[in-house]
């Protein structure tokens, strides 16, 4: 007898959705996803949905299936939130910029940073560098070379914009050279990191949205 692979694919899908504590925090498999049935991706779509209020982690996964869903829920929430709540929800903004191409979420992600948990630094800095598409985003991220007071964001920041203009940490060509200018990024004079930042090639291929 055959598997229906999309039954399995479902179960599979339950036991993330059902998942508590780091296993929870790895977040869904896009694979798994993908393979569900249409019935049970409206499922799938409800469950997230409602997620998506509590448990941020909920709205990639969401974005995926349904992105005009998942735009009406971060409406949503942007509503519905207390606003001290918002100023901590960069996902947010960031996923409404990314599947609109408004630049008010941008500006609104960006905003954020302020009022975030240490914890939360990382999480934000790589969905700014996923979003140098936004010009909000790419001028702010710019200026965190001067402001940043966080270590792991100041590096974020530095690597994130290199990358993006093809001098990539990962890429045996400009490794060399990714990382000497990081380092005057992250630790040169406000001279030097001007310098740096005025040299860099234009922007590499949009990283935008997909709305």
Not at 19 to 45: C, N, P, V
Request: hydrophobic share 40%; net charge negative; glycine share 6%.
């Amino acid at each position: 007898m055959s598997v229906d692979m999309s039954s399995v694919a479902y179960q599979k899908f339950l036991s993330e959705y059902s998942a508590t504590g780091r296993a929870k925090l790895d977040g869904y498999t896009h694979a798994w996803l993908l393979q569900l049935s249409e019935d049970e991706k409206e499922q799938a779509i409800a469950l997230l949905s409602e997620e998506a209020k509590s448990f941020y982690g909920a709205i990639e996964p969401l974005a995926l299936l349904a992105p005009n869903t998942a735009v009406k829920v971060l409406k949503d929430i942007e509503l519905t939130k207390a606003p001290d709540i918002l100023r901590q929800s960069h996902p947010v903004y960031f996923w409404l910029w990314k599947l609109t191409g408004d630049e008010s979420y941008a500006i609104k992600f960006v905003e954020c940073r302020p009022y975030l948990e240490d914890y939360d630094i990382p999480s934000f800095y790589s969905m700014g560098g996923q979003a140098l598409a936004s010009e909000a985003i790419d001028s702010w991220m710019q200026g965190a070379i001067f402001t940043e007071a966080d270590p792991v964001g100041l590096f974020a920041a530095a690597k994130a914009l290199l990358d993006d203009r093809g001098i990539r940490f990962d890429e045996p060509a400009t490794k060399e050279r990714h990382r000497a200018l990081r380092k005057v990024l992250t630790s040169g004079s406000p001279e030097q990191k001007r310098e740096v930042l005025a040299q860099l090639p234009p922007r590499a291929a949009s990283n935008g949205q997909q709305g």
